[in-house]
């Protein structure tokens, strides 16, 4: 076992320091806004094991996915993953209440210990239920043959190029998606003129649609095929970023919120359900992980791209020059699948 023990001191600079639109959330006592100059004095801990020189780590999301890719049919796999993304959904929700009434009573560290906790235990309380569930599977004799007859098949259901393909699609979408939401309550209080308090609570807007869009952007999928609804996303994920600095009031401010948390939140249990699909059970964990670190790691590059551009140029021109991005990432994928589909067909 490695520990890895670090100390962070820094002070604001810039408009960290100076402008209250670049204010961050955090421990500010005796604040209104609860805002305050952005600044660092952190201690913190990384405790891991590594194995033949190899640090190994586990992931919720590949393993969640994958878990619920072995126990649903694939007729319906892309609704149950749309349901589980119910889940992440109320998260941004009920934890920010939660979390602000703790912090009141027991202060940020003994929130942060004291919400970990019950989590903690509910792993150690669920870990043989849930073992026992994915041994023996409780679903009727079709659905149980259905899964059993897809685990047992070893060869590819796409082929790797569009496997490929899928996965630069929606790794772009999720990095675009991820750098927009970063900046759009910078957009809504700079650019639009909205105060900070209001343009940090319009976020729940987008988080909302993950209550409706995931359930049925999964059952859509299912009925209409994972490719065809991810080109139908993609193409429409970059208009609505540009739509971001046009908008003229409210009201088509908060419509396209809206309509940005609905492309958002029906991107991922297609994606999911793709995967599961298209990949042999024996490799999805993998293939999963690889879909949620590209997203990750190409939004840490995008980000601070983004905000190169509205720095030098501004918000109007930064958004449109992402959502043209988006736009030709997906014109050029559509052309590959089609390309693929008429040189390398699917396996059923």
Known sequence: MKSDLRYFNSSDDGKNGNTPAYYSSGNYNGVTSGKGKVDNN?????????VAGHTFGGGYHPSASAL?????????RGKALGLHIVGGSTSHFVAPLIAAGAVSLVGWRGTFVGLSIPVFALGLIMWRPMRRHTETPSMGSADAKAVKEETAGVERRRSLPHIVVFLVL???MGAVVASTVTFLPLLMADYMGHRSELASALLAIIYSAGFFAAPLGGHIS???????????????????????VFVPNLFLLCLTLLLFGILMFTKMPTAEAYIAHAVPARMRATVLGIYFFSGTEVSALLTPAIGRLIDAFGFRTAFLAVACGMMCVAAVCTILFSVIKKRIPSRS
Do not use: C, E, K
């Not at 952190?42 to 590594?50: E, I, K, Q, R, V």
């Not at 619920?68 to 319906?76: F, L, M, T």
């Open 42 to 50: 952190l201690y913190s801990g990384l405790f891991l094991y590594t």
């Open 68 to 76: 619920i890719s072995s126990n649903v049919p694939p007729a319906r």
């Open 170 to 172: 929606t790794g772009t």
């Open 222 to 244: 299912d009925r209409f095929g994972q490719t065809r609804v991810m080109i139908l996303t993609g193409a429409l994920i970059g208009p609505v970023v540009a739509l971001f």
